[in-house]
Each structure stands twice: as structure tokens, then as C-alpha cells.
């Protein structure tokens, strides 16, 4: 029973492609978060979002949208995608704002 | 701007040592900070989170302190095992979590 999972766990792709990826928690959580890791390893926010609200970080691209048809699934859906995309994508949950995050195993983009 | 950074960036111990990883964040106004560990190809599971209130949270082996003043933090591995071995990361909460680049713990039979 994967409390937060997402599919695809890999995902290959060519550059101008549009692609998305799928999340979805059996938690109950209130709030639905998408980050990015890099090739350094470095964990930033991309999106927080909850039934009423959604908070981008000024700095992703507008390319990237997070679409959410219920509480308990954020699916992340990126166009024209470019090179500098490529990184590993987790979604994770909480129950409110700034409690335990539950992470997803992530998915690791290859963009080419 | 909250900066969170942690060192080592990488460590290896022998099994059964003691040790601390360090944690320091720029801005004291945060909500909670928290530790996670991250295992190859995996996602991240949440260890401890230590309200802003408080100075230290204990689970098992693990006990994480806080010093909001000093802008620290520090997760003490008590007898360590290889089981251990992961990256270990800290994130301080205020709005959304700012992550540190994580420690790359070791831990050798």
C-alpha cells in the first residue's frame, strides 16, 4: 500500500516533446507538493497545492503546470520540454501545511 | 532568502561509531526543521521534525536538536549500523521547505 506513488519511475523523451507525470496519495492529505532534484542532488519546491490554493515558485517555467482533478492525485504536465528539464521529479503530501512530508519514489526525467 | 547547508557533504564511519550530522539554516523564522533520509533511487522518508518551539526530538537511535538562535541543527546517529548508510537531509519550514544538499553517510562493517 504505497502511500504516495507516481508513475512513470522513468521517463525518456525528446526535446520540444510534451509530457506528464502522475501522482497520487492514499493519505488523506490536505496538501500536494511537487520538487525537483537535480544532477547535484538539490531539492527544491516547484509547486504547493491544496484544494484552495496553489503557490508556484517565481522561478519554474510556465511550461510546467500542475493539474489536480481531486485531493488526492497532482499530476504535474510539462510542455515543449528541453534539455535542462531533465532531473528527477517527486511529488509528496501532507497533511497541512508544514507538517511530514510523505515523498513518492520519484521520476527521473531524460530529456534528449 | 533562506539558506539551509549542511556538512559534511559526505562521511564514512565504521560500524557502530556515534555520530552527528550538522545542519545550519540563515533565517531563524521558521516553523519547524526537519530531518530526512534519502536511499539511492528512492524517494525521501520523513525521520524527525522538531517544531520551532521545541529543542530536540528522540526516535530510536536518533535524536535531532534545534537552536533557532544560532540558526543550528544536529542529528546524532547513536551506534551506527550499515543499514544507516543513506543521504541525510535537513530542511528548515518557513513558507515552504528549503532543503540542505544532504550528507552522504556511510556506514562500513
Known amino acids: 500500500d504505497t502511500a504516495v506513488s507516481q508513475t512513470p519511475k522513468y521517463l525518456v523523451t525528446q526535446m520540444g516533446n510534451d509530457k506528464s507525470i502522475k501522482c497520487e496519495q492514499n493519505l488523506g492529505h490536505d496538501t500536494m507538493y511537487w520538487y525537483k532534484q537535480d544532477s547535484k542532488k538539490f531539492l527544491k519546491i516547484m509547486f504547493s497545492y491544496n484544494n484552495k490554493e496553489l503557490i508556484i515558485n517565481e522561478t519554474v517555467p510556465n511550461r510546467f503546470s500542475p493539474k489536480s482533478p481531486d485531493k488526492a492525485h497532482l499530476n504535474l504536465h510539462i510542455n515543449s520540454l528541453e534539455l535542462g528539464d531533465s532531473a528527477v521529479y517527486f511529488c509528496?503530501?501532507?497533511?497541512?501545511?508544514?507538517?511530514?512530508?510523505?515523498f513518492g519514489n520519484g521520476t527521473r526525467l531524460t530529456v534528449t | 532568502k533562506q539558506e539551509v547547508t549542511q556538512i559534511p557533504a559526505a562521511l564514512s564511519v565504521p560500524e557502530g561509531e556515534n555520530l552527528v550530522l550538522n545542519c545550519s539554516f540563515t533565517d531563524s523564522a521558521i516553523y519547524n526543521l526537519q530531518w530526512f533520509r534519502q536511499d539511492p533511487g528512492k524517494g525521501l522518508t520523513s525521520l524527525l521534525l522538531?517544531?520551532?518551539?521545541?529543542r530536540e526530538q528522540t526516535s530510536g537511535r536518533l535524536n535531532a536538536s534545534l537552536d533557532k538562535s544560532s540558526g543550528r541543527s544536529t542529528l546524532y546517529i547513536a551506534a551506527s549500523q550499515p543499514g544507516d548508510s543513506a543521504t541525510y537531509l535537513c530542511a528548515a519550514a518557513a513558507g515552504n521547505l528549503i532543503f540542505g544538499k544532504g550528507t552522504k553517510l556511510s556506514v562500513k562493517p
Open positions: 509528496a503530501s501532507s497533511q497541512v501545511e508544514h507538517s511530514p512530508l510523505h
Open positions: 522538531i517544531q520551532s518551539s521545541q
